[in-house]
């Protein structure tokens, strides 16, 4: 069993909201932090949130006011709340996590275990 699963894509019109889940399996979040990328057609996976264990937040420049990541300990639920969604956010959308240190986690490599990912569609 993949220790992240991604739950929540789907197919939406331009200006619409998705919310995204990650649930864990095996392990506690409060110890990890964690991350949302995506991956579109032809592209390399890119950042587009994190959050530490001290919840401290970091979004990649194209989701800063529109994109939400917040987790619950008590579920062991990761969450990205996506609002005013545009053509160019459809990709791959894939949770992830790691262990050690604080601050901004907006990068590939930082991470140790990946969920499968899960289809976000915007149209236009």
């Known amino acids: 069993q993949a220790p992240l699963v991604e739950s929540g894509g789907g197919s939406v019109q331009a200006g619409g909201s998705l919310r995204l889940s990650c649930a864990a399996s095996g392990y506690s979040y409060s110890s990890y932090y964690m991350g949302w990328f995506r991956q579109a057609p032809g592209k390399e996976r890119e950042a587009v949130a994190s959050?530490?264990?001290?919840?401290?937040?970091s979004y990649a420049d194209s989701v800063k006011g529109r994109f939400t990541i917040s987790n619950d300990n008590a579920k062991n639920t990761l969450y990205l709340q996506m609002n005013s969604l545009k053509p160019e956010d459809t990709a791959i959308y894939y949770c992830a996590a790691g262990i050690g240190g604080l601050g901004p986690k907006l990068r590939v490599g930082y991470y140790r275990f990946w969920g499968l990912g899960t289809q976000v569609t915007v149209s236009s």
């Open positions: 959050i530490d264990t001290n919840g401290y937040t």
